[in-house]
DNA sequence: CTAAAACATAGACTTTTGTCATCATTCACG
DNA sequence: CGTGAATGATGACAAAAGTCTATGTTTTAG
């Protein structure tokens, strides 16, 4: 299953890297089971999670304890609360397992450490951090503006998998509509 | 009203940087009048801008050619479409002035300089990128459940001086709800 | 200073979305 | 492999948001 994180990273920083296997290394191996919270809001966010087989939700609860799901993340991608994580304050987002996982976190310390020692390994940061900006920057330029419709039409058109992987209770959280409209609204396309 | 953006620097580098005069005249000083491009979407971002007076709106269109406003920027705060900036692709926001402007540019060779030569600064680009994230964070967390109703109250809450300083229909593209219905429910606060 | 354009508000109406209750189905887990 | 809890679909209704028109006001650019 570490050849998943180890191709993710060869195909990002080339696989001229003699510390390949030290890096790989650096990582801690995690089975979970579904439904189990690897962050809590007002706990730091300790990992950086690479996600090497499963599905995460990144989620936070309004005002009426109604869940709110930020990001779903699946095979071959990171997920963390970055900036938790960068800055050692309290997490504002909670995160669970959707499905079985099986995950590669590594923790504060030795991803400095990397960062220090494996020079290519300082812009991957940046990358994760860039990437999930953009993934951000993204949603609100799209979801802003779109209709209930409309943003299930965005989310069969570029993330499927989604539709028939996730309940619908979950994808509805994740589009910020109710799960009764859902229901009515994809029964209609 | 260099003032401003030194002020600024010396509040996040600390004022031990002797460089300071050097990293102030890589800022090329802007006027502008209001309503002006300061960026198209397809076109290549260019620069980085610190807003020191004035205001700017960031912005895209949906389908129907609707302006959707993903942010307002405001003094003493930092702008650009720093995925294009960064990486040199076509953005896909537009940047326009809502007020007569003051800005303090920096080109991408300069701002690259900049990081090589002033070690603290090299700090700057990964702040602005961290904020920025920050704040989409944010917004998808807080926007997406919200009634129209809560948006505003958000807007008050928080930006609050933005509802006197902008128009109805700036505000209602930001907030992602109609101009009426914006008009509608501010009366009945 | 003034004419034209843009803006703000309001009413009437339509469409969309949310809520609740019910029932059928599926799926996780012992 | 069976069962209880979670999920999914649906109808009826309520509430929220969007649309369009009209009218009066404010801005702005020349």
Same mark, same amino acid.
């Given at each position: 299953?570490?050849?998943?994180?180890?191709?993710? !990273?060869? $195909?990002?920083? #080339?696989?001229?890297?003699? =510390? *390949?296997?030290?890096?790989?290394?650096?990582?801690?191996? !995690?089975?979970?089971?579904? $439904?189990?919270?690897?962050?809590?809001?007002?706990?730091?966010?300790?990992?950086?999670?690479?996600?090497?087989? #499963?599905?995460?939700?990144?989620?936070?609860?309004?005002?009426?304890?109604?869940?709110?799901?930020?990001? !779903? %993340?699946?095979?071959? =991608? +990171?997920?963390?609360?970055?900036?938790?994580? #960068?800055? #050692? &304050?309290?997490?504002?987002?909670? %995160?669970?397992?959707?499905? @079985?996982?099986? *995950?590669?976190?590594?923790?504060? @310390?030795?991803?400095?450490?990397?960062?220090?020692?494996?020079?290519?390994?300082?812009?991957?940061? &940046?990358?994760?951090?860039?990437?999930?900006?953009? =993934?951000?920057?993204?949603? !609100? =330029?799209?979801?802003?503006?779109?209709?209930?419709?409309?943003?299930? &039409? +965005?989310?069969?058109?570029?993330? @499927?998998?989604?539709?028939?992987?996730?309940?619908?209770?979950? %994808?509805?959280?994740?589009?910020?509509? $109710? &799960?009764?409209?859902?229901?009515?609204?994809?029964?209609? *396309?």
């Amino acid at each position: 299953m570490i050849e998943v994180l180890k191709q993710h !990273i060869t $195909n990002r920083l #080339g696989n001229d890297l003699d =510390n *390949l296997d030290m890096v790989l290394s650096s990582f801690k191996h !995690i089975k979970t089971k579904r $439904n189990q919270h690897l962050l809590q809001q007002s706990d730091v966010c300790k990992y950086v999670y690479f996600v090497a087989k #499963g599905c995460l939700q990144v989620y936070v609860y309004d005002k009426d304890f109604n869940e709110t799901t930020r990001d !779903i %993340i699946i095979e071959d =991608n +990171w997920c963390s609360e970055l900036l938790s994580f #960068g800055s #050692g &304050k309290p997490a504002l987002e909670n %995160i669970r397992t959707v499905e @079985p996982c099986e *995950l590669f976190a590594i923790d504060r @310390p030795t991803f400095q450490k990397l960062m220090e020692t494996v020079p290519q390994f300082d812009k991957v940061y &940046k990358q994760i951090l860039e990437a999930s900006y953009a =993934n951000s920057v993204y949603r !609100i =330029n799209t979801f802003v503006s779109l209709t209930a419709l409309d943003r299930i &039409k +965005w989310l069969m058109e570029y993330r @499927p998998m989604l539709m028939t992987r996730l309940s619908s209770k979950l %994808i509805a959280s994740y589009l910020g509509i $109710n &799960k009764d409209v859902f229901s009515r609204l994809k029964a209609k *396309l």
